[in-house]
């Protein structure tokens, strides 16, 4: 028997998310050493130093289970920003609240909107509650076009709309007014999921508030996680904010313990750890700058981000052996640099680089340039 028709077609139709590649993998599979990884937009200067001490402390408690209410974390993520702890819902990690929102409020049949080029896992969870997905195409820019996904999204009667801001795996960014705009004239039954995963490396002059657009959006939720400027991606931790009502839906499918301990106790302290967070913006701009120079060096195109990797394109010099971007990425990880391929978002020409240390940076430009040298 095929055990796997016995799963929604659905369900049986997705494609699983692909990870990035990790370092003792390509060590097993390459025999070398002394690897670089930038494909996962991972925080270069590891977890906030509270955030370890924290851990440490907590170690000795993980016989019992962890507190499924996240009272301590909730009480930091409230004070912080100003809303109750009802309109907190916790996460494992930000993916876990996206996947969230769809179960809680999707439905076979039903309609969401993302944009093309968008987050992978949109797609993914509207597919896994048999939803809908309609992606919108992206801008000339490779950004999303809110009012071709506001006309979507009215046009089909949908239920959900995701937006990324900024977006990943572009690094595209909408300025507050825009976003604002489109909250106001969407249809006030579409909720709408706005990922903010990357926030914290948003410079100071585009800086928004859109935690305060909740008072005036009910249908608004706001997710973000610790995994990157914070540095806690192992430990799998995110939060969503919204009004009580969506809060309490999602809660109800949430699993009772889905943020262990560990994770909440450097959450907690990681939230109080402002300099590692100013630090890591800093490495990250001075950083986005040395790859932005060298690409341009190189003569490559990329796409200005605001987060905490780049894409870039890599010119196909040979029509017979697929894309270039698949082959530099091949031959990059033979020179012991790790990047993203980024086909499967529909940019088979692009490759997306975390921004790691200054060594890791000039590591893979240095790999680069080799590598497209040997094309010529």
Known sequence: MNFCELAPSYVRAIAPYQPGKPIAELERELGITGIVKLASNENPLGASPLAVAAMHAAIGDIGRYPDGS???????????YGIERAGIVLGNGSNDLLELAARAFLASGDRAVYSRHAFAVYALA?????????SVPATAGYGHDLAAMR???MQHEVKMVFIANPNNPTGTFLDSGKLHDFLRTVPSRILVVLDEAYNEYLPGNVRYDSVAWLR?????IVSRTFSKAYGLAGLRVGYALASEQVADMLNRVRQPFNVNSI???AAVAALQDEDFVRRTCELNYEGMEQIAQGLSRLGLEYIPSYGNFVSCRIPNTDLNEGSGAARMYRRLLELGVIVRPIANY???????VSIGLQSENEKFLSALEQALGETV
């Open 126 to 134: 509207v597919q896994a509650a048999g939803a809908l997905g309609i």
């Open 216 to 220: 005036d959006f009910p249908n608004l």
């Open 70 to 80: 996240g009272f301590d974390l909730k009480k930091a993520l409230s004070e912080r």
């Open 346 to 352: 529909e940019m088979p020409d692009y490759l997306r």
């Open 151 to 153: 006309q979507a999204a």
């Open 263 to 265: 994770a909440q106790a």
